[in-house]
């Protein structure tokens, strides 16, 4: 078992003591009047993070229900979707969508480089049949962040929907999402929203929700328009359509309140310092970020080992030696980076310094073995 590791992956992330507490308590009913005033003051925590005045969804399931349940709702049979995809989770957005059509247009870069608007205006040029555009913010795959306001702006200029993966991203890297003009985000509890896994989250802006709802989709468990149906029907007392895992959701309150009461602006300022001190601090060890600042995501430190070291060395001294749990490269960066969750509690210096300093034992010890040999 992986009991008693710091867990510094890019999430989950380690819970906080009131989150613990949350997830230790007896379960409750989740219906009835007095959960629903606690689920609906929930749900304005999350458009506060969110920042949207629309829908928000708490779907039971992982960050990929949610991306599959907006997918769905937004592809009716005249749809069709263009995914951006520059790294494993774009890939994952082909996949979701290529399930629903298998006409889905995928324009794929090179994993490391941002996605561009010359990349999204080929692709439209290209097929005018195209209704809605996918892309993920926080490439959590390689460390890169994507100029998803930029992009969203370009589609917005042409009455295209968009929906945004911020898995990774929401409540550590900055998203406007009524103000960029976002029409569908997903997101997900166990990242920097600071909950455990177990909710997968879709906020829906108002303009777009009125687009959707006339649109005839498949399913009923991941159809936005069920959970729209019981928020409205059931509104009193169970103001959605299936059990929700109360004490998960407890828990991710908790969190969301953490969120909220540091405010959005100080959260993301913090990830951003968290992320450049962490890289100054290993950098004289020979440790090289794989993405420069202004294209490396906040919330995912990515590195590349000193020369001489391999990447599963690293990891593998990391938990032997330190306790420590870090995660390997994805798809091209497999064996060749490992990548940190600077997420919610982990973007501290005092959770941080204890995996810098790991990182800076290992490459001196590197160091003197080969010198030695």
Known sequence: MLDGYRLMIPGPVQLSDEALEEMGRQVVPHYGAEWTTFYN???????????????????????????????????????????????????RLAEIARS????????????????????????????????????????????????????????????????VDAISS??????????????????????????????????????????IRALHTRGWYLNLRTWAEYADRWSDWHPFPVTLPVQVFRALRRGMERVVSEGLESRWQ?????????????????YRPVFPAELASPTILALHPPDGLEVESVLESLKRDYRILVAGGMGAF??????????GPQ???????????????????????????
């Open 170 to 211: 929401l409540g550590g890297a900055e998203l406007l999402m009524d103000e960029w003009g976002i029409d569908i985000c997903a997101s997900a509890s166990q990242k920097c929203l600071e909950g455990p896994p177990g909710i997968g989250l879709v906020a829906v802006g108002s303009s777009a929700w009125e687009r």
């Open 270 to 286: 913090r990830h951003r310092e968290m992320a450049v001190w962490a890289q100054n601090k290993v950098l004289p060890y020979g």
């Open 347 to 373: 973007a501290t210096e005092s959770e941080l310094s204890h995996l810098t300093d790991a990182l800076g034992d290992i490459a001196t010890r590197g160091k003197e073995r080969k010198h030695h040999g």
């Open 100 to 163: 629903y059509d298998p006409q889905t247009v995928v324009a794929s870069v090179p994993v490391d480089e941002p996605l561009t608007s010359d990349v999204l205006l080929r692709a439209l040029g290209e097929d005018h049949r195209i209704t809605a555009v996918a892309m993920v913010h926080s490439e959590s795959s390689s460390g890169l962040l994507n100029p998803v306001r930029e992009l969203v702006n370009i589609c917005r200029s042409r009455g295209l929907l968009t929906l």
């Open 41 to 91: 003051e929930t749900i304005g925590l999350m458009k506060k993070v969110f920042l949207t005045d629309g829908k928000v969804f708490p779907i039971p399931g992982s960050g990929s229900a949610a991306l599959d349940a907006a997918m769905g709702s937004i592809l009716g049979e005249n749809d069709l979707l263009l995914v951006l995809s520059n790294g494993f989770f774009g890939e």
């Open 334 to 343: 497999k064996g060749r980076a490992f990548r940190v969750g600077n997420m």
